[in-house]
């Protein structure tokens, strides 16, 4: 924390993109506090020595080097830097971690300690020293591809959601309210101007009940494992509604007969075959518990899964839900943890801008408050279509409802070729949470702002690329083709 010894060294970590040079504002600003500052910088133009650290040359956690599913962007960028300043941070013990606004480079950062993951132990600030879409807008251009509109997203929750909101440039800031960006009554000019910290209040320690709800369909080959996991669990008080939807697979039916004798203290349920949604919906009704974690019949949950949920959710009481990371997987995995991954999913939580177009909110494995989740309706029933996990986010953001992400791998997900989500018709499944946009009354304006901005750039690069002129190769071969043509047709009828 902030010392209040004037003697005293203070330790400040400034995250910034590019290189740093001795003029940069926020440096300066630090150094004249008196402050000791380590600088890891991400992007070109680094030149790393005894105070500077190129986030390129960190080496990431295994889990986090694992391929993301959308590849890389703006966000994994940011998870990047998250993981360098932890390292960072375990050996200088900063007072202070400042970052540069430009890029969203504290988004994943913050968000993991909002989730209670890290850095509980010191101020997390955003320097709203850039911003990409004014910069964009000084060039009369609007956001023209996925990497742009997340970029945006970034630099508004990283600002929006840190400790300490800085902001020298009253003409940003200005720009930034019209946006509909949250300006804190408390942002501070400069580091100077920052208050010592107070100690938040601890979470309190009791712990809630947890509704675990699965939903199985023929899947006796791996449901013992998955409720082997949910058995793991080091968070103490969980209830669990299993439901059998119909199984018509004899080896599933005795699989799930077994796994009801061998935990008589869970709740086991059969009914006939009534889809994903009416199923979990029906686990909803029952639910007892504060929490509600859906958990696909055939992925594995790591041990601190559900304790990792709780924590997140107390903290955040204005959020209805939380998704997490996973990793995919398509080996055998004997001892409940596989040992090679396909790919990674790391949902951001936004933008909404782009929700109906791909899931940015995570999968259906995710801790819900059951009030909430019963407020909408719970999930929607279509048979024979999947995504109702997706189209459950977006009717909670819909009805004015939070979500955030625990930014950590809390399971693994198992990738099967005849998986629900792959095996059925994927328009058809797009279309469910493309629908839910017709209801988009509770929208926050800066989300509704970034959407209609989003579609309007997305329509004029589709028309730059359609009216560009070809690549000179394709105009030589039209050429060609124009000066051959009608010989070519001639000998051809002869």
Not at 99 to 126: C, M, N, S, W
Not at 166 to 171: A, S
Not at 286 to 298: C, H, I, M, Q, S
């Amino acid at each position: 924390m902030l010392s209040d010894d004037p003697r005293a060294v203070r330790r400040a970590c400034l995250v910034t993109s590019g290189g740093v040079t001795p003029d940069h504002p926020v440096l300066r600003d630090l150094a004249r506090s008196g402050w000791h500052v380590q600088i890891l910088a991400c992007g070109d133009g680094v030149t790393p020595g005894a105070n500077t650290t190129d986030v390129a040359t960190v080496e990431l956690p295994g889990d986090a080097r694992v391929r993301e599913f959308h590849g890389t962007g703006p966000a994994e960028r940011s998870d990047a830097v998250r993981h360098a300043v932890e390292r960072l941070h375990r050996e200088h013990r900063f007072e202070l971690i400042a970052f540069a606004g430009r890029g969203g480079l504290g988004a994943r950062a913050i968000q993991a300690k909002r989730a209670g993951l890290a850095f509980l132990d010191v101020p997390l600030a955003v320097y709203l020293d850039a911003n990409s879409q004014r910069d964009r807008e000084a060039n009369r251009r609007w956001p023209s591809c996925f990497a742009e509109v997340e970029t945006d997203f970034l630099e508004r929750f990283a600002f929006e959601n840190a400790d300490v909101q800085m902001v020298p440039d009253d003409t940003l800031v200005a720009f930034v309210k019209r946006n509909h960006w949250n300006v804190r009554a408390n942002a501070v000019k400069s580091v100077a101007d920052i208050p010592p910290p107070t100690t938040a209040a601890p979470v309190e320690g009791d712990t809630p009940l947890v509704t675990v709800a699965i939903a199985h369909h023929n899947l006796g080959a791996y449901f013992p494992d998955t409720l082997a996991t949910i058995a793991a669990q080091t968070y103490p008080n969980i209830e669990l509604i299993a439901i059998d939807d119909g199984s018509t697979d004899a080896a599933s039916v005795a699989v799930f007969d077994a796994m009801q004798a061998k935990y008589p203290s869970w709740r086991f349920l059969r009914q006939a075959n009534a889809g994903i949604g009416a199923t979990r919906n029906r686990c909803l009704e029952l639910a007892r518990g504060e929490f509600f974690v859906p958990v696909d019949a055939d992925n594995l949950a790591r041990p601190d899964m559900i304790a990792k949920f709780v924590t997140a959710m107390r903290r955040n009481l204005d959020l209805a839900a939380m998704s997490c990371y996973f990793l995919a997987f398509d080996v055998d995995a004997p001892n409940l943890v596989p040992d090679r991954f396909l790919y990674a999913l790391r949902p951001t939580g936004g933008p909404h801008a782009l929700a109906g177009i791909r899931n940015v909110y995570g999968d259906a494995n995710a801790s819900f408050r059951t009030a909430a989740l019963r407020s909408v309706g719970g999930y929607e029933t279509d048979r024979g279509t999947s995504c109702e996990d997706w189209e459950c986010f977006v009717k909670l953001v819909h009805a004015g409802h939070k979500l955030g992400v625990v930014p950590d791998h809390l399971f693994y997900y198992r990738h099967r070729p005849g998986g629900f989500s792959r095996s059925t018709n994927w328009f058809a499944n797009h279309q469910r949470a493309l629908r839910q946009f017709a209801h988009a009354g509770a929208l926050p304006p800066a989300e509704a702002l970034a959407l209609w901005t989003a579609l309007l750039g997305f329509h004029q690069e589709l028309e730059h690329r359609t009216n560009a002129a070809p690549p000179r190769r394709h105009r030589f071969a039209d050429r060609v083709y124009s000066a051959l043509g009608k010989p070519l047709k001639w000998f051809r009828r002869k």
